[in-house]
């Protein structure tokens, strides 16, 4: 049976799928594209690290803010004007940063790059689960693994060669003929395919939603600069907590809330979410520490750490839509526990690093943690949509991106804070570098590992609570009315 939009008009499925993921997967590439380039941008410009940081920091809380918002945008605009506007947003911001003659104009290409990142994602999301009906949806949702990923994971690698090849512009400047070629292709292919409910714009709810998301995010982002006890972080974090609880509270009472929060009344939502968000966690955590780890104590370039997340970063590309097909057949249940041992059993290992660990080794370790999120990180995300109604699909996207995005910035905050109060907890006194250098340099080595230990331990442990919940999910997989199916009667 042919599809078709909202307006009665075929979709070139293939087509359309092909033009908005293509174009997420750039968006999604851009998060992480500057890992490396830190030192060059802090060269170039003459900043410090605290400065330099917030091209990441400042991307991190546009886009968080954004993605609640996305589930109100998807209902106001067309899907289509909806996609091309936060492209067309995302390439200014890339010319932006492109051209950047000072920091103030690179970090403004970033964050005007980050309010189209911050819809795009979530309006994948949403798309693929409109146009394919549920049995398909595995499948589908596979498919978008692959820019969720992949994307992020190469980042780091692709950055490292870029930036000793050709200079820091070309990160910026490479993304450009793309994004055009994507705009052109989606003024062809792309289809008004959500429904529009055409909500009223509730200021006081955008307002608490910015604020406390904001707030949260930014203070999460500040703890490995300043440490958990920072005036600032406190008061950051405070502050997100209780506008995020006042803005919950105000969806409640009203009638057409600004983000449907009842979503998570939904207890296989809830635990699906919970479960999507655990995985993107130990994929964030590692692959944030493990560089760390190759650079400092195996003395690898930024290049060469890069290389050795990559085999796991295509692994996962490969496998999500494998993955997806395999849920359409037997649901989340099976595959969440099974992929979930496999990540706990993978991370177990580098809870017990040695300074002479093999970077092969270390490559094959890595891979098997990815092989295990593969199968967990869409399968979970779908059995959560596939519980909802349609109409509620847009919110749930949204308000699992934005667990998502929180549960990241917590997982790299914490780790990272382990990390470092480990190693400072453990390294030797100061003078012993005069009266034993030799001692002193094993000393710091070995404190140096026991903050690795420490940091990889908490991933240990979050992954094994995850495991023990996904005994918890339903067993089948869930079937209900797809929206153009829904609105076409």
């Known amino acids: 049976m042919e599809r078709r939009d909202t307006n009665g008009q075929p979709i070139n499925i293939p087509m359309m799928v092909i033009t908005i993921v293509v174009g997420v997967f750039i968006t999604v590439l851009n998060q992480t594209i500057l890992a490396t380039a830190f030192p060059t941008l802090m060269d170039a410009f003459n900043i410090s690290t605290a400065t330099v940081q917030w091209l990441t920091t400042g991307f991190m809380m546009v886009n968080g803010i954004m993605i609640p918002v996305s589930a109100y945008l998807s209902g106001k605009i067309p899907t289509k004007w909806l996609y091309i506007t936060a492209m067309a947003t995302f390439l200014v911001g ?29 309006l994948l999301q949403n798309i693929m689960l409109t146009i394919f009906p549920p049995e398909k949806r595995g499948a589908a949702m596979g498919i978008t693994g692959i820019a969720v990923g992949v994307a992020p994971a190469i980042g780091p690698t692709l950055s490292g060669y870029i930036i000793d090849n050709f200079g820091w512009r070309t990160l910026f400047g490479m993304l450009i003929p793309i994004i055009i070629i994507v705009l052109l292709l989606a003024l062809k292919y792309v289809k008004n395919v959500l429904p529009m409910t055409d909500p009223s714009m509730d200021i006081i709810s955008l307002i608490e939603s910015t604020v406390g998301f904001g707030s949260l995010l930014y203070g999460f982002s500040e703890v490995g600069n300043k440490g958990w006890t920072d005036p600032v972080v406190l008061w950051s974090i405070g502050i997100g907590i209780v506008v995020i609880a006042l803005f919950g509270i105000r969806q409640f009472k009203l009638e057409n809330p600004f983000l449907q929060v009842r ?15 655990i995985a993107n966690m130990a994929m964030v955590g590692a692959g944030m520490i493990i560089p760390l780890y190759l650079q400092i104590i195996h003395g690898k370039s930024a290049f060469e750490s890069g290389l050795t997340l990559l085999p796991g970063a295509l692994l996962i590309g490969l496998m999500s839509p494998i993955t997806g097909v395999v849920f359409d057949r037997i649901g989340a249940k099976r595959l969440a526990i ?16 040695t ?91 070995n404190a ?42």
Request: hydrophobic share 50%.
């Open 94 to 122: 890339t010319i932006i940063a492109y051209v950047a003659n000072s920091f103030g104009m690179l970090l403004a290409g970033r964050l005007v790059q980050a309010l189209g990142v911050g819809v795009t994602m979530p």
């Open 263 to 277: 979503v998570f009344e939904n207890k296989i939502f809830t635990l699906s979410t919970v479960l999507a968000s």
């Open 338 to 353: 099974l992929g979930l041992f496999i990540l706990t059993m993978g991370t177990l290992p580098f809870a017990f690093i």
């Open 355 to 445: 300074q002479d660990m093999p970077t092969i080794f270390i490559t094959v370790i890595y891979a098997v943690r990815m092989f295990g999120i593969s199968i967990v990180m869409m399968p979970i995300t779908t059995n959560g949509m596939n519980a909802l109604a349609p109409r509620m699909i847009p919110h749930g996207t949204a308000a699992n991106n934005t667990i998502r995005q929180i549960a990241s910035s917590v997982t790299t905050a914490v780790m990272v804070s382990v990390l470092t109060n480990v190693t400072d907890q453990s390294k030797p006194a100061h003078s012993l570098i005069h009266s034993n250098p030799l001692k002193y340099k094993n000393d710091f080595f």
């Open 448 to 489: 140096t590992l026991n903050g690795y230990h420490a940091a990889f331990w908490i991933a240990v442990g979050f992954s094994l609570v995850g495991w023990l919940l996904a005994f918890f999910l339903n067993k089948k997989p869930i079937r209900s009315k797809s929206n153009l199916d829904e609105e076409a009667k």
